[in-house]
């Protein structure tokens, strides 16, 4: 367990009235700042010599590594130190790895489909993070577009490595040793932990069966997923799993505000605008992609959050509407004038036009849609 700041502070002189109370032997100038500071670790507890034995040992637990950090080229699997992801957060994303031997005779296609394999989510090209080689000296040039170890590199991490036979087996050694490191901080389960599916066959049925398995040891406690067999489809749901796993729990998913161009967007195009709430922002492209005619999407920055929730925050205002159009430079680009926005928001448009007028810019504000899916059936009526 992490202990803040004021946890530390309360049994620190200062909090007790007692004597040496700001004493600044510790080399800060109050106990409170000295408590804030080893709550982040940036002192050591023995700095002051006047912090009672049990604080001592309860904050010298509190600084032990939970679990190992251990970085793979330019991937960094391991320093997980909760149970639970909505306790804090999880770090550092399961690593979804595939073994393949340079000696199989089918070696090129499967590289080949490995290579090729990649998915977009929130912006960002996904792709298997690492590929082991077996016999990799048999093989003149490793391949480009991935990250790629030797086997016999790979045996060399500081991992724990679980083979999955059986799945009850394996689910309760990934939870036996996830709670050995972060309850009790024991540093022989403090190496990030590796599942490894030996080849079991290209059998439908087996990938089914993997994905399962494989879907339940990344969110309890697989640090890393090492694959045998290559299956697009469940790398793709093992992906979209884990970009929803290893979220900031406190954090809302964004995307970048700015203007983004669907169908070629061109001067005749529509333009729609929401914020830069990313559940909102992907519905919306969707539909917009299906359009099959240009679009805009502006995207207001709003930190992240859905349009009813930024109005009622403030941070969708009719001034920064204004403002985003200005920054975008809207107006140079297009030669449509309307501006379709959520329907949610339909109460913000005498708001918005007086607002536009006032600032000189030749838009008008048109209510759109409630929901995502009826873009479609509002465009051929617009
Ligand atoms: Fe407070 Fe201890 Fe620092 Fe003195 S040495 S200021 S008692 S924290």
Redesign the pocket.
């Known amino acids: 367990m992490e202990l803040s700041g004021l946890q530390i502070f309360k049994d620190?002189?200062?909090a007790k009235k007692?004597e040496?109370?700001?004493?600044?032997?510790?080399?800060?100038?109050?106990?409170?700042?000295?408590?804030l500071k080893?709550a982040k670790g940036g002192v050591s507890p023995d700095?002051?010599?006047?912090?009672p034995e049990d604080l001592r040992e309860k904050v010298s637990h509190a600084l032990k590594i939970s679990q190992k950090t251990i970085k793979i080229q330019d991937i960094k699997i391991g320093g997980e130190n909760v149970l639970f992801r909505h306790e804090k957060t999880f770090i550092n994303p399961t690593a979804l790895c595939i073994l393949l031997d340079c000696d199989d005779r089918n070696f090129k296609e499967k590289l080949n489909r490995i290579t090729d394999f990649e998915i977009k989510f929130l912006n960002k090209t996904k792709k298997v993070d690492l590929i082991v080689l077996k016999n990799s000296e048999h093989i003149s040039t490793p391949p480009v577009n991935n990250r790629t170890i030797s086997f016999e590199e790979f045996k060399k991490l500081p991992l724990t490595i679980l083979e999955d036979k059986e799945f009850e087996k394996t689910a309760q050694k990934l939870k036996f040793i996830r709670e050995k490191a972060v309850k009790e901080k024991d540093e022989n389960y403090s190496n990030p932990v590796c599942v490894h599916f030996m080849s079991g066959g290209n059998s439908i049925q087996n990938f089914e069966n993997l994905t399962a398995k494989a879907s339940f040891y990344l969110c309890k406690y697989a640090n890393m997923l090492l694959f045998e067999d290559f299956n697009e489809e469940m790398f793709a749901s093992l992906m979209m799993l884990r970009e929803n796993i290893f979220t900031d729990p406190q954090k809302p998913l964004k995307v970048e505000p700015k203007i983004y161009e669907f169908n070629g967007g061109d001067e005749n195009a529509l333009i729609f605008l929401t914020t830069n709430f990313a559940l909102t922002f992907f519905a919306v492209a969707a539909e917009l992609e299906k359009l099959n005619r240009p679009s805009y999407l502006i995207v207001t920055p709003a930190d992240g959050m859905s349009v009813l929730t930024a109005w009622s925050a403030e941070k969708f205002t009719a001034k920064m509407v204004v403002k985003t159009l200005k920054d975008y430079d809207l107006a140079s680009k297009v030669k449509t004038r309307k501006i379709i926005i959520p329907g949610l928001l339909a109460h913000m448009k005498k708001e918005l036009d007086a607002e536009i007028q006032a600032s000189n810019l030749d838009f008008e504000i048109v209510i759109g849609t409630i929901d995502a899916c009826d873009i479609a059936d509002f465009v051929k009526q617009f």
């Open positions: 620190l002189p200062a007692a040496h109370t700001n004493c600044k032997t510790c080399g800060f100038p109050t106990c409170m700042s000295f408590a080893l700095a002051c010599p006047f912090m």
